[in-house]
């Protein structure tokens, strides 16, 4: 290890530039003998070796958040994982999260890969995740990315940044904004498999047909009237899990659609997303 001295000021500044621990820092430095370029890819191979050493690890914690634009008219979510609650529930790393939420906004790429290839601070968000790595010590890495375009988007985030939804509304006004709200926690609470019935996919509807058939079975009811029985038994899948024909929690003796449909006659939900951790 270099004898060059190191200063405090130097240490601070390569922690505000990194956003490495003080001893990680002080001992960057000193080895890259008091180059920043040096001391910074030092920490970045730091990362790269035990983001490789961790890669098998369940990263199952970590930070939710979603963002609109001013004009409400975008919106995304993005889910960072660690590996504990005590680092999910870190300020600078919600800080990163939600610079992560920012650039994601801004650019608006239509992949989650194409996210981690943005630019972030000269190199690319992905390097800079394995960069954070290396900072803090365990498994980071972009679980989720969801974006959504609408006449109007609004945003919820559930939990203390557990989970997060964003709703995209087929009208924008100002008046909107609480029943988009409304419906956000709808989806939160709860967590439709899809829009509608033409959302569902085909293997899930499959499915709950198969389940239908063999429980009329096992009731007695005869074979010719299996399929018949299992597909009314379809509808109130539907209704239970599609966000439009769910019961509005508020208030159950009307439906999402039926809520929103008194607000206003042309007011709808054209798609939603929702991530959470797990």
Do not use: W
């Amino acid at each position: 290890m270099s004898d060059v001295k190191i200063s405090a000021s130097d240490v601070k500044k390569l922690r505000d530039m990194t956003g490495a621990g003080m001893m990680d820092c002080k001992k960057a430095l000193k080895e890259s003998n008091g180059d920043f370029d040096a001391a910074i890819e030092y920490l970045r191979l730091k990362g790269q070796k035990l983001s490789a050493k961790r890669a098998d690890r369940d990263a199952k914690e970590g930070v939710v958040l979603a963002k609109v634009s001013d004009d409400a008219s975008k919106g995304v979510i993005v889910r960072l994982s660690c590996e504990t609650d005590f680092v999910a529930k870190n300020d600078d790393f919600v800080e990163f999260t939600d610079k992560i939420a920012q650039l994601a906004l801004t650019k608006f790429p239509e992949t989650k890969e194409e996210l981690l290839n943005e630019d972030f601070g000269g190199i690319t968000l992905g390097e800079k995740i394995i960069e954070q790595t290396g900072v803090i010590g365990e498994k980071v890495e972009l679980a989720d990315y969801e974006r959504l375009e609408a006449p109007m988007v609004v945003s919820y985030v559930h939990m203390g940044n557990r989970a997060g939804v964003i709703v995209g509304l087929s009208k924008a006004s100002d008046s909107y904004v609480d029943a988009g709200r409304d419906v956000a926690m709808q989806v939160a609470a709860m967590n439709p498999v899809a829009l509608n019935e033409e959302g569902v996919p085909t293997d899930v509807i499959e499915k709950e047909i198969e389940i239908g058939m063999e429980l009329a079975r096992n009731e007695g009811k005869p074979e010719a009237m299996l399929e018949k029985i299992a597909k009314g038994k379809l509808n109130k899948f539907f209704k239970e899990n599609t966000l439009l024909n769910q019961a509005f929690v508020k208030n159950n003796k009307q439906s999402i659609a039926e809520f929103l449909n008194g607000i206003d006659s042309d007011l709808t939900v054209t798609d939603f997303k929702h991530v959470k951790l797990g």
